[in-house]
């Protein structure tokens, strides 16, 4: 089995103990879109697509176990660190690079290391293409029209 499909595992495990079906289904949603369009963004780059792909099933995983943003990115990052440690997935080098994309991946006005990019644009683009009817955050158009330019959009 892949690295990519033994995180899904797990992550599909921890995602179905959400009890609330709504917020399951979101979470579900958002972290498989995003680890879509990491992969996707990552090929374009000519970087990882793997490791962006597994940081963003794990960005947000804090989150959604514990239901609270409160500093969820830097939470997530030491979450991400123990989990993937566990798993034997990766060695320390790319358990360092997914971990500082998914502890940066909040600050969407900073410019971060490429693979730190990757996970920012991929939230970006979840964010923004999920639900068309919604406006886009203030703090995310700026990156959106960016990548609207970089995929011809």
């Given at each position: 089995?892949?690295?990519?499909k033994?995180?899904?595992?797990?992550?599909?495990h921890?995602?179905?103990?959400?009890?609330?079906?709504?917020?399951?289904?979101?979470?579900?949603?958002?972290?498989?879109?995003?680890?879509?369009?990491?992969?996707?963004?990552?090929?374009?780059?000519?970087?990882?697509?793997?490791?962006?792909?597994?940081?963003?099933?794990l960005?947000?995983?804090?989150?959604?176990?514990?239901?609270?943003?409160?500093?969820?990115?830097?939470?997530?990052?030491?979450?991400?660190?123990s989990?993937?440690?566990?798993?034997?997935?990766?060695?320390?080098?790319?358990?360092?690079?997914?971990?500082?994309?998914?502890?940066?991946?909040?600050?969407?006005?900073?410019?971060?290391s490429?693979?730190?990019?990757i996970l920012k644009?991929?939230?970006?683009?979840?964010?923004?293409?999920?639900?068309?009817?919604?406006?886009i955050?203030?703090?995310?158009?700026?990156?959106?029209?960016?990548?609207?330019?970089?995929?011809?959009?």
């Amino acid at each position: 089995m892949s690295r990519l499909k033994e995180l899904r595992k797990y992550v599909d495990h921890e995602l179905n103990m959400m009890e609330d079906d709504s917020k399951r289904n979101s979470a579900v949603a958002h972290l498989y879109g995003v680890s879509l369009a990491a992969a996707m963004i990552a090929k374009k780059r000519g970087l990882d697509a793997e490791l962006s792909s597994m940081a963003a099933m794990l960005h947000d995983l804090y989150a959604y176990k514990t239901g609270s943003y409160d500093d969820h990115a830097h939470r997530g990052a030491e979450l991400a660190g123990s989990i993937l440690r566990e798993l034997k997935l990766t060695d320390e080098n790319e358990t360092d690079i997914i971990c500082s994309a998914i502890y940066h991946h909040d600050n969407k006005l900073v410019m971060d290391s490429p693979m730190d990019e990757i996970l920012k644009d991929a939230d970006v683009i979840h964010h923004c293409m999920d639900d068309l009817s919604k406006p886009i955050k203030e703090k995310e158009q700026a990156r959106f029209d960016k990548l609207c330019a970089e995929f011809g959009m």
